[in-house]
């Protein structure tokens, strides 16, 4: 029976002349109008929804108009910073003004989005230590901090993402000093914290609302006890983002700042600043050597393969003492000054979270490192985050909806509630009111080897290269590693005429600019260009997948999975690869059709999909596509499109 929330909800959607002023041509869809009604059931209820919306159903507007009808605080957590924007500036003002309601909305965004005054002010005196790049950059940041009412760094476009300033004018958990620093009342970040306190809705992301959850004190437990309502969009990412937060991680770079910060600090006072430069340029050497002794840059390993290793045994055990011997020099400091009580107080927890990772000794947890160019990463990331997440959420009556185009592996939707630990919750699946089978074809090619033979990127160029000129460029070429994007690129930039786009080569948001502006473009991208990117019209009419997306089984923390999925008699890829894989396909197919006028063709590569049982529950997860093996078939959809375009005037 259908509540008198959900009746009003329906009641507003269905009242088209109220939308259509802010949205041209309007008109709600069936699977918008049921997902409306079950969210609005939830939130009165405070009961717990998982709902699977696929494209074009409208999912934003089917949770955003029940949650601000509704009573009580809501909390709206997205994959990405680029969705909370578009939420926050884009959407939530449409539908506010819509529904004629007062309501005040706030966005709140990590630390690291928050322009830190004390830290810029502290490095602009000490611009002279700094590259020329840097201080050049940090004179921009310092004219804009003068003009800014946020404070928030996505207003600095002229900046690019990676620049090397933004450490310098941001801070972490580990140097922020909170209600003892001398700027406090002029922070943006707690600016930030009080305005979401005060708030109907607050628009988070999902890492901000994990380390939360993590206990690492980002501000949304503040809001977590009033709230009547958590609603997460792009809830498929919930499970690995809640896994890097309930586990624990030390970073190269979390040390050099603190050598870094503490001299900035100790210049400011009276401490010996002559024996500290002394002890942090030997923990600098020190984990310069650690970076070193574990090997070739890029690995992704598991501790246990270098953890007895005499040059990393010898690296870690100086790098401890060198960080025992600051942290008993500073323990005399930690009252000189409220910056050196913090780095007293990193240095203490920094080597706590050393000695627990090298000795790697809970079995719930897997321990592994990554090495970079002049950086490592140690992690600790539990198996699972069923009983954290499980735990956490009982902690907070309140509803909780979990929402995206795919959650559910043919229909099913056990994979996704059961890492989450959700039990038996109510689940709704929305199929896009698309008509995929006039608007898109899906392209197996004949011929190919199968994806382990050394040859098969070679002949997967080979067989696009006449595919991509059919669609004239507007093509996304998406790899399941950056091995293959590389060889791919190099294949194709002699054989195209149109703009070959490579990651790697250029920032997401510039690659994606640039696509969106030539329209007639072809950009090779891997693992970051699967999902939440949205190309609309004719100026993406191919996507092409290169291999079925299983992860890498020299991955660690799969690995430790598959092996514990394994030792429980379980079957780890039908229960965990296989599922993985469908999840992520169906992410990367889902760039191709984003308007009801989207037309284009799906390309999967990889024989495997028709020449292997498990290639059923593929094609049975992925949208209603006319498919063909046929080249001739693609050539012929192309000139279809050309002839339509040119009749209509396009």
């Known amino acids: 029976m259908t509540t008198e929330a959900a009746n009003q909800v329906l009641e507003m959607l269905r009242d088209s002349e109220r939308f259509s002023a802010a949205i041209p041509g309007f008109s709600a869809r069936e699977p918008q109008l049921d997902m409306a009604a079950a969210v609005a059931d939830t939130l009165e209820s405070l009961d717990t929804l998982v709902v699977e919306a696929e494209t074009g159903t409208g999912k934003t507007l089917a949770y955003l108009v029940p949650a601000l009808l509704a009573d009580g605080p809501t909390i709206v957590s997205t994959g990405t910073k680029s969705l909370q924007d578009q939420l926050f500036f884009k959407d939530l003002p449409v539908v506010i003004r819509a529904l004629g309601v007062r309501r005040q909305v706030a966005l709140l965004k990590g630390r690291a989005n928050y322009l830190c005054p004390y830290r810029l002010a502290l490095h602009r005196e000490e611009a002279r230590f700094l590259t020329r790049e840097t201080a050049e950059q940090l004179q921009v940041v310092a004219h804009w901090a003068g003009r800014t009412r946020t404070g928030d760094l996505a207003e600095l476009q002229e900046l690019p993402e990676d620049a090397p300033v933004w450490p310098w004018v941001t801070s972490t958990t580990d140097n922020c000093l909170g209600q003892d620093c001398p700027q406090y009342s002029e922070c943006p970040l707690m600016r930030a914290r009080q305005a979401a306190q005060e708030a109907d809705l607050v628009v988070v992301n999902h890492h901000l609302f994990f380390a939360d959850a993590a206990l690492k ?65 030997a923990i600098d050497r020190a984990v310069a050597d650690m970076r070193l002794a574990m090997g070739d840059e890029g690995r992704r390993a598991p501790w246990s393969e270098v953890a007895g290793l005499p ?65 490592f990463v140690l992690h600790a990331t539990p198996l699972t985050v069923a009983d954290a997440f499980d735990a956490h959420r009982s902690r907070h009556r309140c509803a909780w909806i979990f929402t995206s185009a795919t959650l559910s592996v043919a229909g099913d939707f056990r994979h996704f509630t059961e890492r989450l630990g959700l039990g038996e919750v109510r689940t709704l699946r929305l199929e896009s009111p698309f008509d995929f089978r006039r608007q898109a074809v899906l392209y197996v090619p004949e011929g190919l080897p199968m ?96 291999k079925l997306p ?9 690995a430790a999975r598959i092996e514990t999925i394994r030792q429980r008699g379980g079957q780890p890829f039908r229960d965990f690869q296989l599922p993985q894989a469908v999840l992520t396909l169906r992410q990367g197919a889902g760039r191709l059709i984003r ?48 002839a339509q375009d040119e009749h209509t005037g396009n």
């Open 311 to 375: 040059a990393v045994n010898e690296a870690v055990n100086a790098l401890l003492a060198r960080l025992e011997e600051l942290d008993e020099a500073l323990t005399p400091l930690h009252k000189t000054s409220r910056g050196l009580d913090n780095c007293c107080r990193r240095c203490s927890e920094l080597l706590a979270t050393l000695r627990r990772l090298v000795a790697a000794a809970d079995p719930q947890q897997v321990y592994w490192f990554e090495n970079f160019r002049r950086a």
């Open 595 to 642: 308007d009801p006028q989207d037309r284009g063709l799906l390309v999967v590569a990889d024989p495997r999909i028709v020449n292997r049982g498990y290639g059923r529950l593929f094609l049975d997860s992925l949208p209603g596509m006319t498919r063909t093996r046929k080249q001739e078939v693609v050539e012929r959809f192309f000139r279809m499109l050309k």
């Open 550 to 558: 299983f992860g890498s089984p020299g991955d660690p923390v799969a």
């Open 217 to 281: 004190g980002e501000g949304v437990s503040e809001l977590l006890p009033s709230a009547n309502a958590v609603i997460f969009d792009e809830a498929h990412q919930l499970p690995d983002v809640a896994a890097s937060f309930f586990g624990e991680s030390i970073s190269a770079r979390q040390i050099n700042e603190l050598t870094r910060d503490l001299l900035s600090e100790a210049g400011h006072t009276a401490a010996d600043l002559q024996a500290l430069n002394s002890l942090c340029a």
């Open 451 to 546: 994806p382990d033979s050394p040859d098969y990127t070679r002949a997967v160029v080979e067989v696009m290269i006449p595919v991509i000129r059919a669609a004239e460029g507007r093509t996304f070429f998406l790899f399941t590693s950056h091995r293959a994007l590389r060889e791919a690129a190099e294949l194709l930039r002699s054989r195209l005429d149109f703009p070959l786009l490579v990651q790697g080569e250029a920032g997401r948001r510039q690659l994606l600019e640039s696509f969106r502006q030539r329209g007639n473009a072809v950009l090779l991208g891997a693992a970051s260009f699967w999902e939440g990117i949205d190309v609309r019209g004719d100026t993406l009419s191919c996507v092409i997948i290169d």
